[in-house]
Antibody, heavy 116, light 112 residues
Framework: EVQLVESGGGLVQPGGCLRLSCVASGFTFSSDWMHWVRQVPGKGLEWVSRIKSDGSETNYADSVKGRFTISRDNAENTLYLQMNSLRADDTAVYYC?????????WGQGTLVTVSS | QSALTQPASVSGSPGQSITISCTGTSSDVGGYNYVSWYQQHPGKVPKLIIYDVSNRPSGVSNRFSGSKSGNTASLTISGLQTEDEADYYCSSYTTSRTLGYVFGTGTKVTVL
């Protein structure tokens, strides 16, 4: 059974930083692109970032480029999202997802709240 | 990246068919057959219901079907049931501004 378990969310002040983690199991983590998607509570889905299976390629949405860094540790089956210079509009539930050409498995999400 | 355009809401009576549109550009929906659709009930995680324009994952009802014409993709729900009341999102691979994915604005389906 595929499982994606996120952690690391919480309350942080504007300008602060946070690192999200996602531990994967039930599939060959090192073979797949992994993505982060976020959703403001009550609002729509927004794609955030992706990383290639071997970590050699990364891409970011314009809204987070230069502030967020995606990475992975294939030995630990773990995906990360380092979030710096956080703003109020980064407040959202962050989902870790496995992607083929579609988002087939999603974690339960971790809530990040940016507020003073 | 600009979100793909979906109608904010669509409604129908039980047993009817409804269609949700998803309009993008030649850099996303029109350029690639990597359109997927997701169903999200309140407080739940999005669930994949259509991938690569018109394919259904195992276990998804055949009442859900997808298609694409030009820069617009569509999701049709036939034989509408009360449990279909949810939010629906389309998504597409995109090469606009960055390589990645883009989601639609979302559509609230109400079963009358």
């Amino acid at each position: 059974e595929v499982q994606l378990v996120e952690s690391g969310g919480g309350l942080v002040q504007p300008g602060g930083c946070l690192r999200l983690s996602c531990v994967a199991s039930g599939f060959t983590f090192s073979s797949d692109w992994m993505h982060w998607v976020r959703q403001v509570p009550g609002k729509g889905l927004e794609w955030v970032s992706r990383i290639k299976s071997d970590g050699s390629e990364t891409n970011y949405a314009d809204s987070v480029k230069g502030r967020f860094t995606i990475s992975r540790d294939n030995a630990e089956n773990t995906l990360y999202l380092q979030m710096n210079s956080l703003r109020a509009d980064d407040t959202a539930v962050y989902y870790c997802t496995r992607v083929k050409t579609y988002f087939d498995y999603w974690g339960q999400g971790t809530l990040v709240t940016v507020s003073s | 990246q600009s979100a793909l355009t979906q109608p904010a809401s669509v409604s129908g009576s039980p047993g009817q068919s409804i269609t949700i549109s998803c309009t993008g550009t030649s850099s996303d929906v029109g350029g690639y057959n990597y359109v997927s659709w997701y169903q999200q009930h309140p407080g739940k995680v999005p669930k994949l219901i259509i991938y690569d324009v018109s394919n259904r994952p195992s276990g998804v009802s055949n009442r859900f079907s997808g298609s694409k014409s030009g820069n617009t993709a569509s999701l049709t729900i036939s034989g509408l049931q009360t449990e279909d009341e949810a939010d629906y999102y389309c998504s597409s691979y995109t090469t606009s501004r960055t390589l990645g994915y883009v989601f639609g604005t979302g559509t609230k389906v109400t079963v009358l």
